[in-house]
């Protein structure tokens, strides 16, 4: 079965400056997704960022990018220039290509932004 | 397009009674996901349903029960409620094409509290 390892329960980081989320995974499948979730006080479940395991280039979208390491099975997240919006439990999350199996979630980086 | 909508977003019921709980997926999406999300334990998966049928299921007792209608709407129920079902459950819709299921958008939750 599929793993996803968020190490980090929380971080911190001031307004405008970059982090990065830190997540590993462990599977046997060379097919398939990777996304970031993120999670805001008001409980809304919000897709940042989406990756296919198949493509060498990393995703990108706005502010948020990862750094995918198919080898290591690491799926970072960074964010650029953050904004107190940005405060927010982050989830990553893990589906097989093949099959139409559930996501795997990590148990989550709770990210604070301080002004 | 509206999002994935659910009903209600609260309820507080007691211990031994059933609650049944709605999720109205995203317009074309025809998969509809249940997830349990818990301090302790996370995000756990609970069902998929796709075309009326339940395609997976998590690791939940048989108290835990769904379904899924012809406009794709779904609805799980708890019978016999007890005390560690107090959670946020979220629903979850995706579009299925040839090669999978994409990426799920979820729903605002229903906060559940039994006492």
């Known amino acids: 079965a599929q793993t996803v390892t968020q190490s980090q329960p929380e971080m911190s980081v001031q307004e405008a400056e970059t982090v990065t989320l830190s997540c590993t995974y462990d599977?046997?499948?060379?097919?398939?997704?990777l996304f970031w979730y993120k999670q805001p006080p008001s409980r809304q479940m919000i897709l940042v960022i989406r990756?296919?395991?198949?493509?060498?280039q990393n995703a990108t979208e706005n502010r948020f990018s990862v750094n995918f390491q198919k080898a290591a099975k690491s799926f970072s997240l960074k964010i650029s220039d953050s904004q107190l919006g940005d405060a927010a439990m982050y989830f990553c999350?893990?589906?097989?290509?093949?099959?139409?199996?559930?996501?795997?979630f990590g148990k989550g980086t709770r990210l604070s932004v301080i002004a | 397009k509206a999002g994935v909508t659910q009903t209600p977003r609260y309820l507080i019921k007691t211990r031994g009674q059933q609650v049944t709980l709605s999720c109205s997926p995203i317009?074309?999406?025809?998969?509809v996901s249940w997830y349990q999300q818990t301090p302790g334990q996370g995000l756990q998966f609970l069902f998929e349903?796709?075309?009326?049928?339940?395609?997976n299921k998590g690791n939940f007792p048989g108290r835990f029960s769904g379904r899924q209608f012809s406009n794709s709407r779904s609805e799980m129920n708890v019978s016999t409620l007890e005390l560690g079902d107090s959670a946020l459950y979220l629903c979850?819709?995706?579009?299925?094409?040839?090669?999978?299921?994409?990426?799920?958008?979820f729903g605002p939750g229903t906060r559940l509290t039994v006492t």
């Open positions: 999350a893990y589906r097989s290509f093949s099959g139409n199996t559930p996501l795997v």
């Open positions: 599977t046997s499948e060379s097919d398939y997704y």
């Open positions: 990756q296919e395991a198949y493509k060498q």
């Open positions: 349903y796709f075309s009326e049928t339940q395609r």
């Open positions: 317009s074309g999406h025809r998969s």
């Open positions: 979850a819709s995706s579009w299925t094409g040839t090669s999978g299921t994409y990426e799920q958008y």
